[in-house]
T-cell receptor
């Protein structure tokens, strides 16, 4: 149980285009989802926290107009990188916190990540 | 702000060797401490955790003790296996967020 998936696992796009990444909790309802960005040989940097049905809370320095986050249901959150540029190339990871009985309160379950390459 | 520092990798060991991956933290208050593991092609998984000073977290032969006096949470395993090859992240909880170290890549030779 407590599986989080991400789609796509890998995407290559042209500069100036927008890319949408999906994060799904497959067997539990996720009240809160987190989006992280991981640079090579660096730690995961929290980008934003999203609660179902409300606006995401962005970390300092993260452009909310560039990284659009939608958490429209208890099992799906999306991250859209708008007008992507090569410096947006990175590994994006989501995590989810759920409420099902088998899940420890506040434990985050992580997706496998999405590798974005902007040409 | 709160932060986590862990030893840089990569770390390469032979099977059955003893493993230590050092982790120290800086935090206000009393955070919970975690070790996460990321196997190739998979998401991060919680390996073990400790919620207060002197607690010892353990799982799959790995152990780590929450040392408040040295602000450390070193990961240890007495005899590693090839299947332990992965990236290990030390982390702490801070204001309902998780702050990660930079990760340590571990490779075990047969």
């Amino acid at each position: 149980g407590a599986v989080v998936s991400q789609h796509p696992s890998r995407v290559i796009c042209k500069s100036g285009t927008s890319v949408k990444i999906e994060c799904r909790s497959l067997d539990f309802q996720a009240t809160t989802m987190f989006w992280y960005r991981q640079f090579p040989k660096k730690s995961l940097m929290l980008m934003a926290t999203s609660n179902e049905g409300s606006k995401a809370t962005y970390e300092q320095g993260v452009e909310k107009d560039k990284f659009l986050i939608n958490h429209a249901s208890l099992t799906l959150s999306t991250l859209t990188v708008t007008s992507a540029h090569p410096e947006d190339s990175s590994f994006y990871i989501c995590s989810a916190v759920g409420t099902s009985g088998f899940i420890s309160y506040n434990e985050q379950f992580f997706g496998p990540g999405t590798r974005l390459t902007v040409l | 702000g709160d932060s986590v520092t862990q030893m840089e990798g990569p770390v390469t060991l032979s099977e059955e060797a003893f493993l230590t991956i050092n982790c120290t933290y800086t935090a206000t208050g009393y955070p919970s401490l975690f070790w996460y593991v990321q196997y190739p092609g998979e998401g991060l998984q919680l390996l073990l955790k400790a919620t207060k000073a002197d607690d010892k977290g353990s799982n799959k032969g790995f152990e780590a003790t929450y040392r408040k006096e040295t602000t450390s949470f070193h990961l240890e395993k007495g005899s590693v296996q090839v299947s332990d090859s992965a990236v290990y992240f030390c982390a702490l909880s801070s204001a309902s967020k998780i702050i990660f170290g930079s990760g340590t890549r571990l490779s075990i030779r047969p």
